[in-house]
Each structure stands twice: as C-alpha cells, then as structure tokens.
C-alpha cells in the first residue's frame, strides 16, 4: 500500500473538460457564481454546479456562501501557479472561430494570473525591471535590491506592507503563453493594482484578459521603457 500522497485522484479531477476550463476561469482570481462558470464552461448550471462541488470537495477551490447564493473562488495561489504550469505544457486549443482567435490574442497579449500580471505585458514587465536592476532573479524567486527598493517606494508600492502577507513575496511563475517567468506573488499583485488605480490597464473579467489604456501606453514606455503598439 502506498504512503504517498494520491495523484490521481487530482489528476481525475483536472481530467474532465469542463472542470478544467472551470478552474482556467477561476485564475483571475475572483469570485464567481455557479452560473458564471456554467456560461464560460458552454454547460449547464447544474452540471456547473456538480462539477464545482467535486473541486471543492478535491480543496482545489473555495466556495463562500451569502444569503442564497455561493461564490466560487481558486483555494490559494499555489493551484493556480500548478495550474500555470500545466497549461505551459498543454497543446494550443483548435481555433475554430475568429471570436475564439480574437480572443486567444488577446489573452497571449495581456492577462491575469490569479491576482498579478501575464502575457506578453507581464513578461516584459518582468524583463524590463530585471533590466533596470530593480529585481534579480536566483532560481524560482526575484529579490528587490535597493535600487529596487527606491524604485517602487517612489512608484508608490508599500514593499513593508506586501513582506508582511502571509503568502509568497516575489516568485517567479511559468508564463503558458511567453513560455518565459513573470512576476508572482504579492509584489506583483502589488504592481497589477497599482496599475488598475492608475487606469493604465482594464480588465476583461469573462476572459481574464488585460487591456492597456492609451494612458497606459504612455506610462509603461515613461516607467519602464516597454513600448506598446
């Protein structure tokens, strides 16, 4: 009999189509109904509804209750930077639409990945304050140097705030897309906030997508020399 922990049974779970483009929806981070994920699964909420207690039941996602209602929500940032890392493995969808290329664009552009920034904006991002010297990179983690540390104290990040959550400060995560690591964790949840309360990005909550604003554009190349066309 084995001691080790069961696989498979995650492995099942992550096995059906529906629960697992359930599980890619909830990467955005937020909450969402029963309803919601039945709409972006193409199924119905009953069988929404089945799947999403055998995730809950598998502690893969949360579910809070409010009055008559139940939100669903990614257990922790752990599953979705597995879940990350599954998809830079997984083989592109078939596109059979120019909805569904539309969309695959611009999902590959700018994304989020549970609460921080993805895509080809996320990983420039990356690149760009690596570049700068503002963040060294030594295996699976980024370090702020001091450089670093005035850089985002200027640019209005509370760096004594985010050390202190009880979560993971500045790893790197396996971008699915770029096939390259972008900023994770509370800095980079940091960052994508600051970003939204400045309106340089909007969010596409039904598809995880990020667009960069015209005041965006201009921010990112003045900030951190990224050109966005």
């Known amino acids: 009999m084995?001691?080790?922990p069961n696989v498979a049974e995650v492995a099942a779970l992550l096995g059906e189509t529906s629960r697992a483009t359930i599980l890619t929806s909830l990467m955005d981070g937020r909450f969402h109904t029963a309803s919601e994920l039945a709409y972006m699964a193409a199924i119905k909420p009953q069988t929404a509804s089945f799947h999403l207690s055998k995730l809950v039941d598998g502690n893969l996602v949360?579910?809070?209750?409010?009055?008559?209602?139940?939100?669903?929500?990614?257990?922790?940032?752990?599953?979705a930077r597995i879940l990350e890392s599954f998809l830079a493995i997984s083989p592109p969808p078939e596109v059979r639409s120019l909805k569904q290329s539309r969309q695959m664009k611009l999902l590959q552009?700018?994304?989020?990945?549970?609460?921080?920034?993805?895509?080809?904006?996320?990983?420039?991002?990356?690149?760009?304050?690596?570049?700068?010297?503002y963040l060294e990179k030594e295996a699976q983690e980024f370090t702020v140097t001091t450089t670093g540390e005035q850089f985002f104290t200027d640019f209005g990040i509370d760096l004594v705030e985010l050390r202190g959550k009880r979560r993971s400060f500045s790893h790197a995560c396996l971008d699915w897309s770029e096939r390259h690591h972008?900023?994770?964790?509370?800095?980079?949840?940091?960052?994508?906030?600051?970003?939204?309360?400045?309106?340089?990005?909007?969010?596409?909550?039904?598809?995880?997508a990020v667009t960069i604003t015209d005041k965006g554009k201009i921010g990112f190349k003045k900030t951190f020399q990224i050109e966005i066309k």
Not at 182 to 208: E, V
Request: net charge positive; hydrophobic share 40%; glycine share 10%.
């Open 62 to 79: 949360i579910v809070e209750k409010h009055g008559r209602h139940r939100y669903y929500q990614l257990a922790n940032e752990e599953i």
């Open 182 to 208: 972008h900023l994770a964790g509370a800095l980079g949840n940091g960052l994508l906030k600051k970003f939204l309360t400045l309106g340089w990005i909007t969010q596409d909550p039904s598809i995880r």
């Open 109 to 133: 552009n700018a994304r989020t990945c549970y609460d921080h920034l993805a895509g080809k904006l996320g990983v420039e991002l990356t690149e760009a304050m690596l570049a700068a010297g």
């Open 2 to 4: 084995s001691i080790s």
